[in-house]
């Protein structure tokens, strides 16, 4: 499985950059606008409708429709793990529907004095079996664009 990740610096403590990326307005504000998001659905894990944070067992339904050229892709992911402790906060999303084969996504913050540093890490397979595990590597030119946007515009909100 392919593997990409990035680490950011951001002049903002933990508490304010955790609360951030644990509210699906987080996800909207940083999903880059040439992705055309929707959101469609979430779900709380006791089933609730719009849960104030995302916590372990909580859904999104969402859709994409990339540079509005490509048919609108369906997305649904799972918050499958989520730890918060004084100095280091984490959650991990996996898609369980949409457009790759494998799609997991793990975010870490830890605190360094006043500022956090973000690392996004996402293990992925594109689809096609053999042929897309092969070229998934080369995915890594849609990704970088899209999360260098994500971390800059986290700093730009938060600092």
């Known amino acids: 499985m392919a593997t990409y990740s ?30 055309n998001l929707q959101i469609e659905a979430v779900t709380g894990p006791d089933g609730d409708p719009d849960p104030e944070l995302l916590t372990e067992g909580s859904e999104i ?3 994409m429709q990339p540079f509005g050229i490509a048919p609108r892709q369906e997305w649904r992911s799972v918050i499958t793990e ?4 004084i100095d280091q906060a984490m959650f991990r999303d996996e898609m369980r529907g949409g457009p790759f084969a494998t799609w997991i996504h793990t975010h870490r913050f830890v605190a360094d004095g006043e500022e956090t540093i973000i690392d996004d890490e996402v293990e992925y397979e594109l689809p096609g079996g053999g ?23 986290t700093k730009a909100l938060l600092e």
């Open 6 to 35: 990035r680490l950011t610096r951001v002049d903002a403590p933990l508490s304010a950059v955790w609360d951030f990326h644990s509210r699906v307005s987080g996800l909207e504000a940083l999903t880059p606008d040439w992705m």
């Open 61 to 63: 339904q969402m859709s």
């Open 82 to 85: 989520r730890e918060e402790g």
């Open 131 to 153: 042929i897309g595990r092969s070229v998934s590597p080369l995915a890594v030119v849609g990704f970088e664009p899209m999360f260098r946007g994500r971390h800059r515009k």
